[in-house]
């Protein structure tokens, strides 16, 4: 687990050391990088301008990177990771991932592990209806009108997360809507999708049965 715990967290480069050495590594590893990137920069702002203070907030970077177990039943744990970064500019950048973990296999679930068939197209439909019916609205249109999907297409993630509400869809900012709208997460009950869910998934069936 805790491979894909720091691979998710830090990258595949981080995967087989112990959590402890990866935290160490990667804080040294940004120390590092963001020293050779940016002091010569600073350096010659430093000389070149008198106002200290903008120069301090141009430079002022920061990461931090928290996850937790968001939940746990039976064979299904989901990890969520929470990243927060500052490189400058008008404002930081902070996105969501999740593992949705078969504790039988040690090993993530796919849309392809839930779903059958050629399941995307219909799969696209209902986050869409749901994506409308989330903003009291009737048509795709008034949805695209508030912001939705004018910087990406609407489409399913593999970024979801399993509960026994159903599956919830995740979106980052900037992926779908811009950022002052925010994450967006559509969920979607597992009884409107039970069309297109595999039966075969242990998990799934016992999560759904919570219900």
Same mark, same amino acid.
């Given at each position: 687990?805790?491979?894909?715990?720091?691979?998710?967290?830090?990258?595949?480069?981080?995967?087989?050391?112990?959590?402890?050495?990866?935290?160490?590594?990667?804080?040294?590893?940004?120390?590092?990088?963001? *020293?050779?990137?940016?002091?010569?920069?600073?350096?010659?702002? #430093?000389? =070149?301008?008198?106002?200290? $203070? !903008?120069?301090?907030?141009?430079?002022?970077?920061?990461?931090?990177?928290?996850?937790?177990?968001?939940?746990?039943?039976?064979?299904?744990?989901?990890?969520?990771?929470?990243?927060?970064?500052?490189?400058?500019?008008?404002?930081?950048?902070?996105?969501?991932?999740?593992?949705?973990?078969?504790?039988?296999?040690?090993?993530?679930?796919?849309?392809?592990?839930?779903?059958?068939?050629?399941?995307?197209?219909?799969?696209?439909?209902?986050?869409?209806?749901? *994506?409308?019916?989330?903003?009291?609205?009737?048509?795709?249109? #008034?949805? =695209?009108?508030?912001?939705? $999907? !004018?910087?990406?297409?609407?489409?399913?993630?593999?970024?979801?997360?399993?509960?026994?509400?159903?599956?919830?869809?995740?979106?980052?900012?900037?992926?779908?809507?811009?950022?002052?709208?925010?994450?967006?997460?559509?969920?979607?009950?597992?009884?409107?999708?039970?069309?297109?869910?595999?039966?075969?998934?242990?998990?799934?069936?016992?999560?759904?049965?919570?219900?």
């Amino acid at each position: 687990l805790n491979t894909y715990f720091l691979s998710a967290c830090f990258g595949d480069k981080y995967m087989t050391l112990k959590p402890e050495e990866a935290v160490k590594l990667y804080k040294e590893t940004y120390i590092k990088d963001y *020293l050779k990137d940016l002091e010569p920069m600073y350096a010659k702002d #430093e000389a =070149e301008k008198e106002d200290s $203070t !903008s120069i301090l907030a141009w430079y002022s970077y920061y990461k931090g990177i928290e996850s937790h177990v968001q939940y746990y039943k039976k064979h299904l744990l989901v990890y969520r990771i929470d990243y927060n970064e500052y490189t400058g500019g008008a404002h930081g950048i902070y996105m969501s991932t999740f593992l949705n973990m078969d504790l039988r296999t040690l090993s993530p679930i796919r849309l392809d592990d839930i779903f059958v068939g050629e399941y995307q197209e219909a799969l696209t439909d209902l986050l869409w209806n749901q *994506l409308m019916a989330d903003n009291k609205v009737a048509t795709r249109q #008034e949805v =695209e009108d508030m912001g939705y $999907t !004018s910087t990406g297409d609407l489409e399913p993630t593999e970024n979801f997360y399993l509960s026994p509400k159903g599956i919830t869809f995740y979106y980052n900012i900037y992926e779908i809507a811009p950022y002052v709208m925010g994450p967006v997460e559509i969920t979607l009950p597992y009884e409107i999708m039970s069309h297109l869910l595999s039966d075969d998934t242990m998990v799934l069936n016992e999560i759904r049965n919570e219900n």
